[in-house]
């Protein structure tokens, strides 16, 4: 099983993204946290992520770039937490973006189950500049795609998933 979850910034799309993998009855979860730590908010961000999972099993990866190089164990359910990251991390720190779909592919082929989470950053309505807008582009084209290859898409509104492939019968 495939999923992808969605949302806007502190929706609760990791809360439910979590809940997701702690339903299913596996000894094998893996955590990959794309996030670039750079500043005293996102080493909260941190923290309280790892808070959240800590009584839940997982063993996490930390993977800001070529999410190929994970060593994933066959059979594994995975979270990955999140495209959002991970495609800039990418393009604006001397990787490749164009890479990410095929190392997804590749890591969905391995494990029992694959919940990735991104995030809705396109209707703002704001005027970028051009490396911006290219960036929203490239995390479309890889959401697209991730959308694509899932049996379950949900949208986390207010802590609430609704379910826009598929259903939750896969737990």
Known sequence: M??????GSGCGKSTYAEKLISAMPWEKRVYIATMQVYDEESVQRVARHRAQRADKGFTTYEAPKDLGAVPVEEGSIVLLEDLVNLVA????????????????EKLAKKCRHLVM?????????ESYEESTREYLRNLAEVNRRAAEISDY????????PIALKGGQDFI
Not at 153 to 160: F, G
């Open 117 to 125: 989470v991104t995030n809705d950053v396109f209707s703002d309505g």
């Open 89 to 104: 991390n990418e393009m604006f720190d001397g990787g490749d973006w164009t890479r990410i779909f095929g190392d997804i």
């Open 2 to 7: 495939i999923a992808l979850i969605t949302g």
């Open 153 to 160: 898409v949900a949208e986390v509104v207010y802590s609430i």
